[in-house]
């Protein structure tokens, strides 16, 4: 969480990780052996979406082949042995082709190990824990058996010159209504330390045919 003034954010900028092979696999071909792992988001002004970048990143970072997808882009969840979703939150819910998605795909979800995520402006205050909790606890009706301790809550960006006019003036009420000055809130070390801590368990075993 970010308390203090808004920082520099960094962690875009960073180069991509050189992906290390993963077990059991060679190259780009996809294997139901390999640990392929999908993070899927749905982004409106850009900041969940190098979050999820930076979850790829730390997740091929130990091994795994990742590919990071626009939930727009994504065809299906075949070949995916785990599956991370997250979203911007707006007005108190995730974005609506994030809910349509793991609505869906509730049954594909139910058969992986499945890390949900979001984005939100609650999480720059501490007194907006409460709020993110409810965030969290809204979503995790979307996927039976989601564990709302588990989903991850990070700050995002309060920008008003990337928004289009009328979004303008939702962010200037929601800074009013918050306090949540403008500026970059991210915290790329808990973001880092969030997917560090995901799917630490052995490939699972492909569900049977
Ligand atoms: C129209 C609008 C509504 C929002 N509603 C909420 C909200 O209800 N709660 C919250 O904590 N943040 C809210 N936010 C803040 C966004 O979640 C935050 O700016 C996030 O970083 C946006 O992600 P994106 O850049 O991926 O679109 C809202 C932002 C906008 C533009």
Not at 14 to 33: D, E, Q, V
Not at 70 to 76: F, M, N, S
Not at 158 to 180: D, N, Q, Y
């Amino acid at each position: 969480m970010s308390h203090t003034k808004p920082r520099r954010a960094l962690e875009p900028s960073k180069p991509p990780a050189a992906a290390p092979r993963a077990r059991g696999g060679s190259g780009t071909t996809h294997s139901p052996k390999r640990d392929r792992i999908l993070v899927a988001y749905s982004s409106r002004l850009g900041s969940t979406a190098e979050i999820a970048a930076c979850i790829g990143r730390v997740l091929s970072e130990a091994g795994a082949a990742v590919d990071v997808k626009a939930i727009d882009q994504v065809d299906g969840l075949e070949g995916y042995s785990r599956v991370v979703v997250g979203s911007a939150i707006r007005y108190d819910r995730w974005l609506s082709d994030a809910r349509e998605f793991v609505t869906a795909h509730r049954q594909a979800l139910s058969d992986v190990p499945v890390a949900l995520f979001f984005t939100c402006l609650a999480m720059a205050k501490p007194e907006g824990a409460a709020k993110a909790a409810s965030y969290a606890k809204g979503l995790c009706k979307l996927l039976p058996g989601a564990n709302e301790a588990e989903v991850g809550r990070f700050a995002g960006v309060l920008s008003f010159s990337k928004a289009p006019r009328l979004t303008r003036m939702a962010l200037r009420v929601i800074s009013w209504v918050t306090g949540v000055e403008e500026g970059d809130h991210r915290d790329w070390d808990a973001i880092r330390a969030w997917s560090e801590g995901l799917f630490r368990g052995p490939v699972p075993k492909a569900p049977p045919n």
